[in-house]
C-alpha cells in the first residue's frame, strides 16, 4: 500500500528553527515534494528532492532519505507568517502525487 | 506565474442535484488534477487527465466524472449530489517533463471551491 506520516500539528516559537518529519512507503518513488497551505488558500510549492541529502532555499530546507523512505522540512527564524499547514508528498509513478495529511504549524510570539 | 482558476470560491448545492465544478490553467500544461481536502484525511486524488479527452481514475473516483474537452479546462462532475461530499475541492495542473527534468514538474494548485450539499 502507499502511506505517507506526518504529525498533526507542532508549535514553535518566532525566531526558533522548526523540523517537519515525513516518512513515506510507496510503491515507487521519483521525488518528494513540500508544500505550504495557509488557512482557506491553495497548496503553494516549497521545494523538491529526488537524490538523498539537503536542498537549502532560502530559511528553508528539505532532506531526503531514500534508503530510510525518510524526508524533513527545516524551516529556520520563523515568522508569524510561516504558520500554515506543510504538506508532504510523494510521486510515485507518472505524475500522480501521494499526499500526507499535513502538518499544521503554530508560530506562537 | 501560473495561474489556475477555480470557477466558485463558495457553492451550495442541494442533495441529487448534478453539480459542474470548472478549472481553467494559463501555462499549456499538459496534466490537471482534481482533489478532495477533508480534514484529517489531506489531500486525495479524485480523477487526472493528462492529455485533452485523456481521463484516468484517482484514489477516490466514485460519484464523480470529469471532462477535458480543451487542454486549458478539466471540469468536475457530481452526477448526483450527496451531503458526503461536501468537502473542498482543489484543481491542479502540471508540466510533463522531460529527461533530467521529468520528475520534478511541480503541481500549481488553484484557490479551492468549498462545495457544501444540503
Known amino acids: 500500500g502507499q502511506n505517507i506520516d506526518q504529525p498533526t500539528e507542532m508549535t514553535a516559537t518566532e525566531g526558533a528553527i522548526v523540523q517537519i518529519n515525513c516518512t513515506y512507503q510507496t510503491s515507487g518513488f521519483n521525488g518528494l515534494f513540500w508544500y505550504q497551505q495557509h488557512a482557506g488558500e491553495a497548496p503553494t510549492f516549497l521545494s523538491y528532492?529526488?537524490?538523498?541529502g539537503l536542498e537549502e532555499k532560502g530559511r528553508f530546507s528539505s532532506f531526503l532519505s531514500r534508503s530510510k523512505g525518510y524526508s524533513y522540512l527545516l524551516l529556520k527564524e520563523l515568522q508569524m507568517k510561516d504558520s500554515a499547514s506543510y504538506l508532504c508528498?510523494?510521486?510515485?509513478?507518472?505524475?500522480?502525487?501521494?499526499f500526507g495529511t499535513g502538518t499544521r504549524l503554530q508560530v506562537f510570539p | 506565474d501560473v495561474k489556475v482558476t477555480q470557477s466558485s470560491r463558495y457553492l451550495v448545492k442541494r442533495t441529487g442535484e448534478k453539480v459542474f465544478l470548472e478549472c481553467v490553467q494559463d501555462m499549456d500544461h499538459e496534466n490537471m488534477f482534481w482533489y478532495r481536502q477533508d480534514p484529517g484525511l489531506g489531500l486525495r486524488l479524485i480523477y487526472f487527465s493528462y492529455d485533452v479527452k485523456m481521463k484516468e481514475k484517482g484514489d477516490i473516483p466514485e460519484g464523480y466524472s470529469v471532462s477535458r474537452e480543451k487542454k486549458e479546462r478539466f471540469s468536475l462532475i457530481l452526477e448526483s449530489a450527496s451531503t458526503n461530499q461536501t468537502s473542498m475541492y482543489l484543481c491542479?495542473?502540471?508540466?510533463?517533463?522531460?529527461?533530467?527534468?521529468?520528475?520534478?514538474?511541480?503541481?500549481?494548485f488553484g484557490d479551492g471551491t468549498r462545495l457544501s450539499i444540503l
Open positions: 508528498a510523494v510521486r510515485a509513478r507518472t505524475d500522480k502525487l501521494i
Open positions: 491542479a495542473s502540471s508540466l510533463t517533463g522531460t529527461g533530467l527534468t521529468l520528475s520534478y514538474q511541480p503541481q500549481h
Open positions: 528532492n529526488v537524490l538523498d
